[in-house]
């Protein structure tokens, strides 16, 4: 009953009408208003040091999917970037070595794609749990591999309604999802969306659900080099929007391990260092790739 004090019998008055009228009471403490939002940020852009920072200063944490040949390459994130943003309670995830349509390759080409970039990353010393689809290009092949190369999870970029997009779909996945390797995701922010898009999304989601946002460049204006960047002035909108009205932020594998968010406000999701990292499956992976090659179209 954090708010009330004995003797006070106003806050009390005020408490009591929140509870019998709870849509015209005000908020209660700690109410989940809004979905639990984890925001990410894909392609190992050099952007994505200071959008860390940012959400660092802003009490949230984010989840970066990076390509492991790109780091320490011009316009990318180097190694000591990613243990940065790592050390701020963000989360390093895998995105495969040459960003290529999965789909589109047989099984011992996509172990490599997956197991080599997940080990390149975890030598680097980055705690690598979480994937992400490049070009959200997958199939059942390409699931199999995911969890057989050690990761926790995969999130795709589809399947959450937006605007002109999938009118059927739901505006929020599942805690837990009903398969962590289809994380069900909006489709990438483009960049004539907006923050009124993303505010939007958010407060049309279920409270007791995920809303997961795809982003890759943070640019300044006029940003003509990708449909896909968000300007940095929509950027910092929608943080500040979500620090003013307490939208609640973690990371994927805070949500999939179902690891408390920072309640405590340092910016580090609690619990999420004490979780020992898995080594990836990679023998059973290559003995399966090489007896079993999936069916022309499947993978
Ligand atoms: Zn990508």
């Known amino acids: 009953m954090r708010g009330v004090r004995s003797g006070n019998g106003h806050r009390l008055l005020v408490l009591l009408l929140g509870i019998l009228f709870p849509a015209v009471g005000p908020a209660a403490p700690g109410a989940h208003r809004y979905p639990t939002v984890s925001l990410t940020f894909d392609d190992t852009h050099a952007s994505h040091r200071w959008v860390a920072e940012v959400l660092h200063e802003a009490g949230m944490v984010a989840t970066f999917y990076v390509n492991s040949p790109r780091v320490g390459e011009p316009d990318y994130l180097d190694v000591d970037d990613l243990l940065a943003i790592e050390a701020l309670g963000h989360e390093v995830g895998g ?31 980055l705690n690598v749990r979480a994937f992400a689809y490049p070009r959200n290009s ?33 505006r929020t996945e599942a805690i837990p999802p009903p398969n962590p390797f289809r994380i069900r995701a909006l489709p990438s922010y ?110």
């Open 95 to 125: 995105h495969t070595l040459r960003h290529v349509e999965l789909e589109d390759l047989d099984e011992k080409e996509v172990v490599r794609e997956i197991c080599d970039d997940r080990e390149a990353l975890l030598s680097m010393g």
């Open 138 to 170: 997958f199939g059942p092949t390409t699931l199999r591999v995911v969890e057989e190369c050690g990761y926790l999870s995969a999130r795709t970029a589809e399947g959450i309604t937006a605007p002109n997009d999938c009118p059927s779909c739901p």
């Open 190 to 299: 483009r960049k004539e969306w907006g923050f009124p898009v993303l505010r939007d999304a958010i407060e049309a989601g279920d409270p007791e659900g995920w809303l997961v946002v795809v982003f890759h460049d943070v640019c300044d204006a006029p940003c003509t080099k990708y449909n896909y960047a968000i300007l940095r002035d929509d950027f910092l909108n929608l943080v500040d929007w979500m620090r003013e009205n307490g939208v609640r932020t973690r990371t994927v594998t805070q949500v999939i391990l179902g690891l408390e968010p920072d309640e405590d406000g340092d910016g580090v999701g609690d619990e999420v260092d004490n979780c020992p990292t898995m080594r990836p499956r990679r023998a059973a992976a290559q003995r399966r790739s090489g007896r079993e090659r999936a069916p022309p179209g499947e993978a």
